[in-house]
T-cell receptor, first 116, second 111 residues
């Protein structure tokens, strides 16, 4: 099946700094990617829908100025957590939608962010 | 809005035991339903899906039937293996291909 990668897999940053997480579709072009956040022992919560060449669509309650999403190419979307705080510590997961007939979403392995 | 409720884990079974993980949903319209599996250290993988009422999704010995009358999509496997140990997520797809997930159920299969 299709492969989606994320980088880095783990990152630790200090409070007040910004962190960028990359999501890449390795063997297909994805016009749409999704960013999720997963809290311990909880479900994945959709944060935003990222569309190539246009602005991301954020879910209710997600601060667009804090979680900057850029989908500059058909294989890369980035999530930047700006001015990170300890409460932003979480597991961030991206997915990319197959443009083919299956419309299946392929998920990255996730990025563990820890803000100290 | 849409929501998915699945049984809490962890679920611990002996190898070759029968598995059921319950999943019910609330949604407008007729969403597609999915089961995803997350093995340790890996991303979510689609296990099976069903797109309309009475459809049965199946893969790797796992099955789930889309029951509109009970708004359920329970996951079953007749004989689990140690390699099935993972976290299982039930999900539905609403408008805009947005997925709504359940909280996940951890399955541990022991020899």
């Amino acid at each position: 099946g299709a492969v989606v990668s994320q980088h880095p897999s783990r990152v630790i940053c200090k409070s007040g700094t910004s962190v960028k997480i990359e999501c890449r579709s390795l063997d297909f072009q994805a016009t749409t990617m999704f960013w999720y956040r997963q809290f311990p022992k909880q479900s994945l919560m959709l944060m935003a829908t990222s569309n190539e060449g246009s602005k991301a669509t954020y879910e209710q309650g997600v601060e667009k100025d804090k979680f900057l999403i850029n989908h500059a190419s058909l294989t890369l979307s980035t999530l930047t957590v700006t001015s990170a705080h300890p409460e932003d510590s979480s597991f961030y997961i991206c997915s990319a939608k197959d443009p083919g007939p299956s419309y299946e979403q392929y998920f990255g392995p996730g990025t563990r962010l820890t803000v100290t | 809005g849409n929501s998915v409720t699945q049984m809490e884990g962890p679920v611990t079974l002996s190898e070759e035991a029968f598995l059921t993980i319950n999943c019910t949903y609330t949604a407008t319209g007729y969403p597609s339903l999915f089961w995803y599996v997350q093995y340790p250290g890996e991303g979510l993988q689609l296990l099976l899906k069903a797109t309309k009422a009475d459809d049965k999704g199946s893969n790797k010995g796992f099955e789930a039937t889309y029951r509109k009358e009970t708004t359920s999509f329970h996951l079953e496997k007749g004989s689990v293996q140690v390699s099935d140990s993972a976290v299982y997520f039930c999900a539905l797809e609403g408008g805009g291909n947005k997925l709504t997930f359940g909280t996940g159920t951890q399955l541990k299969v022991e020899l």
